[in-house]
């Protein structure tokens, strides 16, 4: 008999390019996510108000070396990545476990959901290795 | 603790996060073969260390949910597709961190640890500096990993964070791991290059069948060189279309009795090395020095005409892999060339000679295809090696190593393609290769 998992796969999927139907209920998804952040990918703390304000580590991607400031340009990505699509297939508690988006400058950014409950996430420039960069480059562009 | 291999975090919780992120945060420090892979240049703090400040817990995610595929799966022919890359590069750990730029290759018997530097031009805050290419055996690269997950899921129970996504996902790949059926299954899945559970039954359940007839090891062969046709329908259409096929028939019992490696003895030379050995032991029992073999002598080792071995048909032209079909309790064989080229055909016939020397009893179906198997390692080795000898390659060409003209008139002398004679250059270490080189 075939095994079958009951744990969910966790590997990072994009869901496949949105039809009309689809766009109804990504546009409805952007505006109830929102942008919570996480000091440790900023350098400079912004108007994001965490606690602390920043504490960046070298060894995680950091939003300011991509040109993220401000909790609303943060916002305004995630939104941007939701209603193009580029949400992942693993879902918590209904939010995408990922989303992804592209700036004005072309850096790609990956979101990475923080609450659950309230579907608040933090994101970061995605890094330079990652093999999931170009395919949401080439999604961004597509879409 | 396996020196060979490990991954070695020291905790140094953060603030921030989920409790599983914040918990098993700290410093990581990865080695083989006393190479560092972590070894980094930090800007900030302008200095050289051997470990990156990151969380143990997406890693080892990452690491149990491509389990399967990072033990088995063979690195493709081409260039690497996005999937494969998330299953084989440590980057497709995600969350954010800088993981090193570390790529694991299967062919069944080694793991080979890839290890990039960073680019000189990158932004990134920190840069690894660590170039090499490592090989370790599947069974140390399993103990190495195991033993890092088990020393994550350790530290969450002890700050009281059990029953997490890691748990779960482990308990299944052990209990799969010690299920025979079960892990034989996920291993076909790998091969195929599917993450578990997404290998549509169309192709895993009708390779399971073949194996029966073919062979659990001949099946995996053919399962890796599957892996190249994206879509699942046309992976078993080429097998389909093999069982088709009908061959000329030759035998595979006219090799010499000759000594070989056994693969498994620890500290066993390389696939290709064993299969270099094997090909020298044979061309000395053939009675064989600098000169090439004959077609006739080919074909009285695999019991064909000439007509047969140079202008015979080839039923599984455009098919991923040339076939030797031993005959049930017999010495005969049903030989299905691929090509149609006299260098090639040459070159698939010695293949199926070496293959059939090492291959497993249970094992009728021999396949020699492309991928990067150990066993098509070995293989096209033992061809190279035994039609056209490095020593004689070389006494031969002399000092004109790179010349194409005396590389073409080579391969005529022996009866191999061009390729073949630049290979067996480039595996020498005589001239540079032209793509990743290897067998």
């Known amino acids: 008999m075939k095994p079958r998992r009951t744990t969910a796969n966790p590997k990072r999927k994009i869901a496949a390019q949105p039809d009309s139907k689809a766009q109804a209920r990504l546009d409805e998804l952007a505006g109830r996510v929102g942008y919570g952040g996480n000091p440790e990918h900023k350098r400079h703390p912004g108007d994001f108000g965490l606690t602390p304000p920043s504490q960046p580590r070298p060894d995680k991607a950091l939003c300011d070396d991509a040109g993220i400031f401000t909790r609303l340009e943060a916002t305004r990505l995630l939104q941007a990545g939701v209603r193009k699509g580029l949400i992942s297939l693993q879902k918590r508690n209904g939010w995408p476990q990922n989303i992804w988006a592209v700036n004005e400058q072309g850096i790609p950014f990956e979101a990475q959901l923080e609450n659950a409950e309230q579907g608040q996430y933090h994101g970061y420039p995605m890094p330079e290795a990652d093999p999931l960069r170009h395919t949401v480059l080439e999604r961004w562009q597509s879409s | ?439």
Not at chain 2, 215 to 239: F, K, T
């Open chain 2, 1 to 439: 603790m396996n020196d060979a291999f490990f991954l070695r975090p020291d905790w140094a919780p953060t603030a921030h996060g989920p409790a599983e992120i914040r918990q098993t945060s700290g410093s990581l420090h990865i080695r083989v073969h006393n190479r560092s892979l972590t070894r980094v240049q930090d800007d900030w703090a302008q200095s050289v260390r051997d470990t990156v400040q990151v969380a143990s817990y997406p890693l080892a995610v990452w690491l149990a949910a491509s389990w399967w595929r990072l033990c088995w799966e063979p690195a493709p022919e081409r260039t690497p597709q996005t999937d494969w890359c998330l299953s084989h590069d440590m980057h497709g750990a995600g969350h954010g961190f800088l993981w090193p730029p570390l790529r694991f290759e299967s062919d069944g018997e080694m793991v080979t640890l890839v290890c990039t530097p960073s680019r000189a031009d990158s932004h990134e805050p920190i840069r690894y500096l660590t170039q090499c290419r490592e090989s370790i055996p599947v069974s140390l690269f399993m103990e190495g990993v195991a033993a890092f997950i088990q020393t994550v899921l350790a530290r969450l129970d002890v700050v009281g964070v059990p029953h997490t996504a890691l748990h779960l996902l482990w308990q299944a790949v052990t209990q799969e791991q010690r299920d025979p059926r079960t892990a034989s299954y996920r291993r076909l899945e790998a091969l195929l290059g599917f993450d578990p559970d997404d290998a549509p039954d169309s192709i895993a359940e009708p390779l399971s069948q073949l194996s029966k007839k073919a062979g659990e090891a001949a099946v995996a062969e053919l399962a890796a060189a599957c892996a190249r046709r994206r879509d699942p329908a046309l992976m078993w259409a080429d097998i389909e279309q093999s069982l088709g096929c009908q061959g000329v028939w030759g035998t595979l019992a006219g090799m010499p009795a000759v000594p070989g490696v056994d693969a498994s003895a620890p500290g066993a030379p390389p696939p290709w090395e064993r299969g270099r050995a094997l090909a020298r032991a044979t061309r000395t029992a053939l009675g064989l020095g600098l000169e090439p073999v004959a077609d006739r002598l080919l074909c009285d080792l695999l019991g064909l005409t000439v007509r047969d071995l140079t202008e015979g048909d080839a039923p599984l032209q455009g098919m991923p892999w040339s076939l030797a079909i031993r005959a049930v309790g017999g010495e005969r064989a049903q030989l299905l060339f691929r090509s149609n080229h006299y260098h090639g055909r040459r070159f698939e016939g010695a293949r199926w000679l070496g293959d059939a020397w090492s291959a497993p009893v249970q094992d009728r179906w021999l396949p020699a295809t492309g991928t990067r198997m150990a066993r098509q390692k070995r293989q096209r080795a033992f061809a190279a090696e035994l039609l056209a000898p490095i020593a004689a390659v070389q006494a031969y060409l002399g000092d004109d190593l790179t010349d194409e003209d005396r590389v073409l008139e080579a391969g005529d002398h022996f009866g191999v393609s061009p390729l073949t004679i630049r290979s067996q250059l480039a595996n020498h270490g005589l001239i540079v290769p032209e793509t990743g080189g290897g067998y």
